[in-house]
Every structure is written in structure tokens, then in C-alpha cells.
């Protein structure tokens, strides 16, 4: 027991990495993905165009998660996530409410969920439990 106690912050980092980062790829970023190379429509957000909005946020959502969800260089990589999800929150979903209350309708709640999410992998880093960490120890 006290060698899984004093591995807790590896651990959590490992949590917090395999769920917020699976949740993220396989949820959104894939989706995203698709839609790029199927050249689907999407929306212009800040001063961003469609197709270029479309493009950032497949690289936060895909690409800068799965590095998160394996351990690979997960500050840096948590950053375009972490600043989508506030867009996501307080931009796309400025006139939403916070919760989402019933089935019908958007909030912040999902994007603000996962944004904290990833600031927590922003703070703990990869851990020992990662990509980063068998590279470290090479």
C-alpha cells in the first residue's frame, strides 16, 4: 500500500490523462477529424475562418489530446486543448447556460468539465506512467 501511496501524483496524472484525453480523441477530435478530411462544413469562430477554425480545433481535439492520452510532452500539449475548451465555453456557448438542464439545448457544463480536466494535466504533467516517462529514463 505504501508503494501505490507514494506513486499517488504518477497515478492521478495517469487517470486524468487516459480519461480525459481518451474522452476527447475518441469523442470529439475523431469526430473533427472526419469531418476535415470529408471536407464537412463547420463555423468560424473569433477571427477565424470555417475552414481554419475547423483545422484548429482537429488539432487540439485529435492530435494535441492523443499526445495528452499517451503521455507525450502533455503541458505543452494540454495548452491548445485547455484555450479550445475556453472557446468552446465562453465563446461558442456565450448564450447558454452553465448547466445543462434536461436533453434539449447546449451549456458550457461539457466544455468547462473539460477544460478543468486538462488544466489538471496541464499542472500534474505526464507522471512516470508515460511516453515522457519511458523516454526519460532511456
Aim: no cysteine; proline share 2%; hydrophobic share 55%.
Amino acid at each position: 500500500m505504501k508503494t501505490l501511496l507514494s506513486n499517488e501524483k504518477d497515478l492521478a496524472a495517469l487517470i486524468l490523462r487516459i480519461g480525459f484525453g481518451f474522452y476527447m480523441v475518441f469523442g470529439h477530435g475523431l469526430a473533427k477529424l472526419q469531418m476535415l478530411l470529408g471536407g464537412a462544413d463547420f463555423f468560424g469562430v473569433l477571427f477565424f475562418g470555417p475552414q481554419l477554425s475547423l483545422i484548429l480545433v482537429t488539432l487540439a481535439e485529435f492530435f494535441a489530446a492523443l499526445m495528452v492520452l499517451v503521455g507525450f510532452k502533455t503541458r505543452l500539449a494540454s495548452i491548445p486543448v485547455i484555450f479550445t475548451m475556453a472557446v468552446a465555453a465562453f465563446v461558442v456557448h456565450l448564450s447558454d447556460p452553465w448547466f445543462q438542464m434536461g436533453a434539449d439545448g447546449g451549456s458550457k457544463e461539457l466544455a468547462l468539465l473539460f477544460m478543468t480536466g486538462f488544466l489538471g494535466t496541464f499542472f500534474l504533467g505526464s507522471g512516470k506512467y508515460s511516453l515522457d516517462g519511458l523516454i526519460s529514463k532511456k
